[in-house]
């Protein structure tokens, strides 16, 4: 378990809106995983929790020391929950997994052990999850499917699973990319825009065992559409420079 007093290498993001029975097991997991391998800490956004969500992450906060919590005082979605969690965080890296308790929390270790096979270029890497099984209902892995494909032609990220809440990546690359409503969908092509590169791992997958799922089919299609060509845009309209010479400290 991380010490306060030490150099934390990982913040653990868990954006939640009323995932109550959720959150002590997930965080349970989370230790087991972690706990003795490196210095973490697990940073809790709740994003405007109505049920017993707040109880329940209080309860951890005050037992579990390397235990934080951000509260937003509405709901303003996934993504601006994982930036909210981005900028609290202590940790040289950042990991997220989504709080439903689907994403596997060991398997925050497949993504860590990838990062240790990149060697210098994990530095400006992505290591993201890929669900090759996953415990959808039918109509949301088709959309999800679909919506894939056409992310992967238009963006050209080449990333088979991009909305896989399993991330892994530098803390100050992550507060580099452009803070929006979708962040969390297109962070792939947004680390490639940067200069980086995409790591996909192999990752598992559950059914979702308790609460309800705040998927919308239909207008996250549509929002999807709109959000990916503004993606598109912004790689059309920007041009990354090459640095040949590096600016010197003043006075030499």
């Given at each position: 378990m991380a ?11 868990v ?34 929790s109505?049920?017993?969500t ?6 951890l ?7 934080r919590v951000?509260r937003?005082?509405k709901c ?7 930036i909210?969690?981005g900028?609290a ?25 990838a990062?240790?096979?990149a060697?210098a ?10 669900r ?5 209902s ?25 909305g896989?809440?399993l991330?892994l990546?530098p803390?100050?690359v992550f507060l ?26 192999p990752?598992s997958?559950?059914p979702?065992?308790?609460?309800v ?13 709109i ?5 598109a ?6 041009t990354?420079p ?11």
């Amino acid at each position: 378990m991380a010490e306060t007093t030490s150099i934390l290498e990982l913040s653990v993001i868990v954006p939640v809106k009323n995932e109550a029975g959720n959150i002590a097991p997930l965080v349970g997991e989370i230790d087991a995983a972690l706990a003795g391998r490196l210095a973490y800490e697990v940073i809790i956004v709740d994003d405007g929790s109505d049920d017993g969500t707040g109880h329940e992450i209080d309860a951890l906060t005050h037992s579990r020391a390397h235990v934080r919590v951000v509260r937003h005082a509405k709901c303003c979605g996934q993504s601006q929950a994982t930036i909210s969690g981005g900028l609290a965080a202590r940790g040289v890296w950042i990991a997220t997994l989504d709080g439903d308790g689907q994403n596997v929390p060991a398997d925050i270790l497949k993504l860590i052990e990838a990062r240790a096979r990149a060697g210098a270029d994990a530095d400006q890497s992505l290591f993201i999850g890929n669900r090759s099984a996953r415990q959808d209902s039918v109509a949301r892995r088709v959309v999800s499917r679909i919506a894939n494909g056409i992310r992967r032609f238009v963006l050209g990220d080449q990333t088979p699973d991009s909305g896989c809440g399993l991330k892994l990546l530098p803390r100050s690359v992550f507060l580099g990319l452009p803070r929006f409503d979708a962040l969390h969908r297109f962070m792939p092509a947004l680390v490639i825009r940067a200069g980086g590169r995409v790591v996909s791992v192999p990752v598992s997958h559950r059914p979702r065992d308790k609460g309800v799922s705040k998927y919308g089919i239909w207008r996250r299609g549509v929002l999807g559409l709109i959000d990916m060509l503004g993606i598109a845009w912004l790689k059309l309209r920007y041009t990354r420079p090459t640095i040949n010479s590096p600016a010197s400290p003043r006075g030499e």
